[in-house]
Antibody, heavy 125, light 113 residues
Framework: EVQLVESGGGLVQPGRSLRLSCAVS????????MHWVRQAPGKGLEWVSG????????VYMDSVKGRFTISRDNAKNSLYLQMNSLRAEDTALYYC??????????????????WGQGTTVIVSS | DIVMTQSPDSLAVSLGGRATINCKSS????????????LSWYQQKPGQPPKLIIY???ARQSGVPDRFSGSGSGTDFTLTISSLQAEDVAVYYC?????????FGQGTKLDIK
């Protein structure tokens, strides 16, 4: 069974840092790109960042560029999101998601076919 | 960034009826090299993560009932549920993956009338 399990969320003060993790099982992790998507309370989905299978390509939404860093450890079947200089507007449920893995395309990334249950980040003083 | 706009924001359809959700992108999502539209549809039920139902605008994800269908090309897309079931009550999102950053529509809430 394919599983994605996020961890590392919590309550953090503005300006501080947090590192999210996503433990993956049930598929060959190093063959797929991965993504982080967030959802603020009562709001819609917001794609945050994506990373290619070999970490050669990393992309971010504009509001987190320079503050967030996506990474992966294929040996540990794990995905990470290092979040620095956190702001109140980063408060959300953060989902880890597996790329659909379709070949080609203009960016090398696709939609997301498997999602974790999410980990909650609350940025507040 | 590509802006995705869904309509309506909410709708209510009778059981067995047809539900139609529209999605418009600010730029074409048609990739000329492979003639695919880089658009997905997701279903999200309360307290659950999103579920992929359609990719490449019209390809149904494995395990998704055939009452769900996607259509459209370029900048205008539609998700149709041909015979609404009670379990289809959810929020539906379109998403483009033609360019980075990927972007979602604001969501359409579907209820039973």
């Amino acid at each position: 069974e394919v599983q994605l399990v996020e961890s590392g969320g919590g309550l953090v003060q503005p300006g501080r840092s947090l590192r999210l993790s996503c433990a993956v099982s049930g598929f060959t992790f190093d063959e797929y790109a991965m993504h982080w998507v967030r959802q603020a309370p009562g709001k819609g989905l917001e794609w945050v960042s994506g990373i290619s299978w070999n970490s050669g390509s990393r992309v971010y939404m504009d509001s987190v560029k320079g503050r967030f860093t996506i990474s992966r450890d294929n040996a540990k079947n794990s995905l990470y999101l290092q979040m620095n200089s956190l702001r109140a507007e980063d408060t959300a449920l953060y989902y880890c998601a597996k790329d659909l893995g379709l070949l080609g395309g203009p960016t090398g990334f696709n939609g997301m076919d498997v999602w974790g249950q999410g980990t909650t980040v609350i940025v507040s003083s | 960034d590509i802006v995705m706009t869904q309509s309506p924001d909410s709708l209510a359809v009778s059981l067995g009826g047809r539900a139609t959700i529209n999605c418009k992108s600010s730029q074409s999502l048609l990739y000329s090299s492979d003639n695919n539209n880089y658009l997905s549809w997701y279903q999200q039920k309360p307290g659950q993560p999103p579920k992929l139902i359609i990719y490449w605008a019209s390809a149904r994800q494995s395990g998704v009932p055939d009452r769900f269908s996607g259509s459209g090309s370029g900048t205008d897309f539609t998700l149709t549920i041909s015979s609404l079931q009670a379990e289809d009550v959810a929020v539906y999102y379109c998403q483009q993956y033609y360019s980075s950053p990927q972007t979602f529509g604001q969501g359409t809430k579907l209820d039973i009338k």
